[in-house]
């Protein structure tokens, strides 16, 4: 068994050595308590003790700080806070961010949903979305099961043969199913969109209040044809979809769903169809539209 005395020795031993090296009076004063502690009696303490206390007459023993030890534990503090917060970044989702899905019908209902939510808060900041595509602004080809007529056999026995052929119906011009308003002219403002013309005309009543081109949508994303309502307003709005990206556009009034009325800076070819099914409107004109058309103005849309 080890000698309980000898092991004190040692540890006064250690603590007279790091008394001696102490670079104040206080670590110093500390270290010689603690050899004292551990062995009263023993020479080499007993000198130490007389000899620290005619070099530190007035000083106090305090504990020596390892400053090492403390910048290592905050450094390593600092490290762990990081990568929590990092963490916790990478599992947050923008609410904002659009809603990706290979069906178009949920697309089109994360849309009015968002459109609903936005129209009671009044306007601000929006969730980024697309201008629609072909596949939210037309519908799809249905496929018409027809069976053919069996064939005659000269056995009997012999069963017709039936294999159902889909037949794809042409696709028509998209137009929209809103509940109708009575005809125009409206007794108060309201927006008429030309589509043969590629013209819009803001109307007080009977009088035209603001005239100019357009460009709506191509062949292949035409914009929806009926009678609407501005159900939302936006100062600004990234818009993507397959083939673009338009950041920041301004001055946007939706109607129905996904379409809108717009300002435009990356084209000025106004008078012809150039859209993904929206109304692009020279941006200083869609700025005094903004501010003319409240919520709730009709927008009549006709081929």
């Given at each position: 068994m080890?000698?309980?005395g000898?092991?004190?020795e040692?540890?006064?031993?250690?603590?007279?050595?790091?008394?001696?090296?102490?670079s104040?009076?206080?670590?110093?004063?500390?270290?010689?308590?603690?050899?004292?502690?551990a062995?009263?009696?023993?020479?080499?303490?007993?000198?130490?003790?007389?000899r620290?206390?005619r070099?530190y007459?007035?000083?106090?023993?305090?504990?020596?700080?390892?400053?090492?030890r403390?910048?290592?534990?905050?450094y390593?503090?600092?490290?762990l806070?990081?990568?929590?917060?990092?963490?916790?970044g990478?599992?947050?989702?923008?609410?904002?961010?659009?809603?990706v899905?290979?069906?178009?019908?949920?697309?089109?209902?994360?849309?009015?949903?968002?459109?609903?939510?936005?129209?009671?808060?009044?306007?601000?900041?929006a969730?980024?979305?697309?201008?629609?595509?072909?596949?939210l602004?037309s519908?799809?080809?249905?496929?018409?099961?027809v069976?053919?007529?069996?064939?005659?056999h000269?056995?009997?026995?012999a069963?017709?043969?039936?294999?159902?052929?889909?037949?794809?119906?042409?696709?028509?011009?998209?137009t929209?199913?809103?509940t109708?308003?009575?005809?125009?002219?409206?007794p108060?403002?309201?927006?008429?969109?030309?589509?043969?013309?590629?013209?819009?005309?803001?109307?007080?009543?009977?009088?035209?209040i603001l005239?100019?081109?357009?460009?709506?949508g191509?062949?292949?994303?035409?914009?929806?044809v009926g009678?609407?309502?501005?159900?939302?307003?936006?100062?600004?709005?990234t818009?993507r979809?397959?083939?673009?990206?338009?950041?920041?556009v301004p001055?946007?009034?939706?109607?129905?769903?996904?379409?809108?009325?717009?300002?435009?800076y990356?084209?000025?070819?106004?008078?012809?169809p150039?859209?993904?099914?929206?109304?692009?409107?020279?941006?200083p004109?869609?700025?005094?539209?903004?501010?003319?058309?409240?919520?709730?103005?009709?927008v009549?849309v006709q081929?």
């Amino acid at each position: 068994m080890r000698d309980p005395g000898g092991h004190r020795e040692g540890n006064a031993l250690q603590a007279v050595r790091r008394a001696l090296r102490a670079s104040s009076p206080e670590a110093a004063l500390w270290w010689t308590a603690q050899a004292y502690r551990a062995a009263p009696t023993h020479p080499a303490v007993r000198a130490l003790v007389r000899r620290i206390r005619r070099r530190y007459p007035n000083a106090r023993g305090h504990r020596p700080i390892h400053w090492f030890r403390i910048a290592l534990a905050g450094y390593a503090l600092l490290t762990l806070i990081a990568l929590i917060l990092i963490l916790y970044g990478l599992r947050l989702r923008n609410p904002l961010e659009p809603l990706v899905t290979a069906d178009p019908s949920v697309a089109i209902a994360a849309i009015e949903q968002t459109g609903i939510s936005e129209t009671r808060q009044g306007e601000g900041s929006a969730p980024e979305s697309a201008t629609p595509s072909p596949a939210l602004a037309s519908p799809t080809p249905t496929a018409t099961l027809v069976p053919p007529t069996p064939t005659a056999h000269a056995s009997p026995a012999a069963s017709p043969t039936r294999r159902p052929v889909p037949t794809a119906t042409p696709r028509p011009r998209p137009t929209a199913s809103p509940t109708l308003m009575p005809g125009p002219p409206f007794p108060g403002r309201w927006i008429l969109v030309d589509l043969s013309d590629q013209e819009l005309i803001a109307y007080e009543g009977e009088t035209p209040i603001l005239r100019t081109k357009v460009s709506t949508g191509r062949a292949r994303t035409p914009t929806v044809v009926g009678v609407f309502r501005i159900y939302l307003k936006l100062r600004s709005r990234t818009m993507r979809g397959p083939d673009y990206y338009l950041p920041n556009v301004p001055y946007v009034m939706y109607f129905y769903k996904g379409y809108a009325l717009h300002g435009t800076y990356w084209h000025n070819n106004f008078g012809r169809p150039m859209s993904h099914g929206c109304v692009n409107l020279p941006t200083p004109i869609a700025a005094q539209l903004y501010q003319w058309a409240d919520i709730g103005t009709p927008v009549v849309v006709q081929p």
